[in-house]
């Protein structure tokens, strides 16, 4: 069987048609097969969610941007299967994280950047279990975010 000639594809047509089909996907605002979700624009498969943008499965996260398999999180940006994470940017498979970026596997984070399957830590230091809860319900209450 013959295969199809494919056309000529001018760089500049590719990258006009590419442009355009970025705009008009950040332009669409519609949910799909959300549940119980308000204040919502682009978001997938995603219930209980409020004022959040381009979601996907994710669960009872506020004020979060481009999350996919996430749940309980808040202020957050580009995490992948994070839980009760706050003000946190491009984590991965972490818990309990607060105003951390580019954690992976961690839990119980507050103030960490780039730390891998790390606990208890504030500002990439280690700390026993009860000096972390005791330092970061200061540091939370401090900084509002309670």
């Known amino acids: 069987m013959a295969r199809p ?5 001018p760089r500049a ?6 442009r355009r089909l970025v705009q008009s996907h950040e332009q669409q605002t519609e949910n799909e ?10 978001c997938k498969d995603c ?7 381009a979601l996907v499965r994710c669960h009872y996260c506020v004020d979060s941007q481009r999350c996919v ?3 309980h999180c808040r202020a957050s940006r580009e995490l992948l299967g994070c839980n009760h994470c706050v003000a946190c940017d491009r984590c991965t498979q972490s818990s309990y994280l607060v105003k951390s970026v ?3 596997g961690c839990t119980y984070c507050f103030g960490c950047v780039g730390l891998s399957r790390k606990d208890f830590h504030i500002l990439n ?7 972390y809860f005791a330092l970061t319900a200061r540091l939370s209450r401090e ?3 309670g």
Request: aromatic share 6%.
């Open 143 to 145: 900084l509002g975010l």
């Open 13 to 18: 047509e590719f990258e006009a048609e590419l």
């Open 33 to 42: 097969r959300c549940i119980e979700c308000s204040a919502c624009e682009r």
């Open 125 to 131: 230091r280690a700390y026993d279990r009860s000096t």
């Open 102 to 104: 580019d954690c992976t």
């Open 47 to 53: 219930t209980f969610c409020k004022g959040s943008k």
């Open 5 to 9: 000639e494919v056309p000529a594809l």
């Open 69 to 71: 398999d996430s749940t």
